[in-house]
């Protein structure tokens, strides 16, 4: 993995629950944090297709969902649940993954 200056590939959403005390969140609100996946492979499946299939985010979110928790402080909830991750300084902080879009990749609070 490679951190540069690039249009964002995967961007927090600003929190809206004034309830949540903002301090006891592990990732900030209203930053980009973006990313290059460079290391990918199936196989001998080329690159190409590979990227054509991440391009569903249906079929992306089965890899960006374990790899989150492995970049920040977020546990990986397994399954179709209400919600994908819990912020491992506050249990009670759930996000929900949401893949591409035209422009990016959304992590979102869940309320």
């Known amino acids: 993995m490679t951190d540069q200056k690039v249009e964002p590939e995967l961007s927090m959403e600003e929190l809206t629950d004034s309830n949540i005390d903002d301090e ?3 990732i900030k609100y209203g930053i980009t944090y973006s990313h290059i996946l460079e290391e ?9 297709e590979i990227i054509e299939t991440y391009k569903d985010g249906r079929a992306f979110s089965h890899f960006i969902e ?5 970049n920040y402080p977020l546990k990986h909830i397994k399954g179709c649940k209400k919600h994908d991750h819990v912020d491992m300084n506050d249990e009670n902080i759930k996000y929900d993954q ?4 035209k422009e990016d990749v959304n992590l979102c609070h869940q309320i």
């Not at 990918?40 to 190409?48: D, E, T, V």
């Not at 374990?66 to 492995?70: A, D, E, Q």
């Not at 949401?98 to 879009?101: E, P, R, S, V």
């Open 40 to 48: 990918f492979s199936f196989g001998n499946i080329p690159k190409s």
């Open 98 to 101: 949401k893949t591409f879009t």
């Open 66 to 70: 374990p790899w989150l928790p492995m």
């Open 24 to 26: 006891n969140v592990s």
